[in-house]
């Protein structure tokens, strides 16, 4: 088995190929590096030269994302917006497109790291909401249109790799009072490339983050 990592050398990513790489994949796992996924070229020749690197693709997780810091609605700027969307929806969309046809021949699948800012609206965090809920769409979008021989699933992380002066609060936030690990995603992620009757759903691992209604 085959799986290209974007936002491999990142917290969660690196976490999630080293994950598969225990269960016996050959893994790419590409940083910025690798090429600039906020362009569409790039992040379409990344997939070509993962899958001719690799002999194909059975797996491809989007886990690179940039542009994560609260602002305030008034001070967002342009070059905030635009790195909030470039690697998480713009990137998402253009490896996703290039990676296909590898997919379809191996029948494989994909999984995009969304977040639950997806699903939950944080005005300090405008763009990064706005960037996470494009993801999480072309999560649904990629599914209807990658069927039926791909499957498209999606992990919503809470706080699962927080600086740790913001340990005690982000635990605050969640039900179970406690901050997960970038493990607990990459658990999630090997049972979605597993799961053969799922597509174009998300799984939700925040320690119930999303049913908190703290102001963000
Ligand atoms: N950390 C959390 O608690 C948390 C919570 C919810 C959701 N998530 C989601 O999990 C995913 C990974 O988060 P993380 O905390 O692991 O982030 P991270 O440590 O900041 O890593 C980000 C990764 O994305 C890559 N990247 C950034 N911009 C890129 C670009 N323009 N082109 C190509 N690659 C680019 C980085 O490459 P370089 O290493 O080369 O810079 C790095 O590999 C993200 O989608 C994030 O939204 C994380």
Redesign the pocket.
């Known amino acids: 088995m085959r799986a290209l990592v974007?936002?491999?050398?990142?917290?969660?990513?690196?976490a999630i190929a080293a994950r598969l790489e225990r269960e016996g994949y050959a893994v790419l796992a590409?940083?910025?590096?690798?090429?600039?996924?906020?362009r569409a070229d790039?992040?379409r020749a990344l997939a070509a030269r993962a899958a001719e690197a690799l002999g194909g693709l059975d797996l491809l997780v989007?886990?690179?994302?940039?542009g994560?810091a609260p602002r305030p609605l008034e001070e967002v700027s342009e070059s905030d917006w635009d790195?909030a969307l470039?690697?998480?929806a713009k990137?998402a969309f253009f490896v996703a497109q290039a990676a296909a046809p590898h997919l379809r021949r191996a029948r494989g699948a994909v999984v995009m790291?969304?977040?639950?800012?997806a699903y939950q609206p944080w005005p300090s965090f405008a763009a990064?909401c706005a960037a996470?809920a494009a993801?999480a769409m072309l999560t649904r979008v990629l599914a209807r249109g990658l069927a039926p021989e791909v499957r498209v699933c999606g992990v919503?992380?809470?706080?699962?790799?927080?600086e740790r002066e913001q340990e005690r609060r982000?635990a605050s936030e969640t039900l179970l009072e406690r901050?997960?690990t970038?493990d607990d995603?990459a658990d999630a992620v090997v049972f979605l490339a597993r799961a053969r009757f799922v597509t174009g759903t998300t799984l939700v691992v925040?320690g119930g983050r999303l049913l908190q209604s703290t102001r963000r």
């Open positions: 974007t936002g491999g050398t990142g917290r969660v990513g690196s590409a940083g910025r590096a690798d090429g600039d996924l906020a790039t992040a989007h886990a690179a994302s940039e994560f790195a470039g690697a998480t990137g790291i969304e977040d639950v800012a990064h996470k993801q919503a992380p809470g706080p699962v790799a927080v982000r901050t997960g970038p995603v925040d």
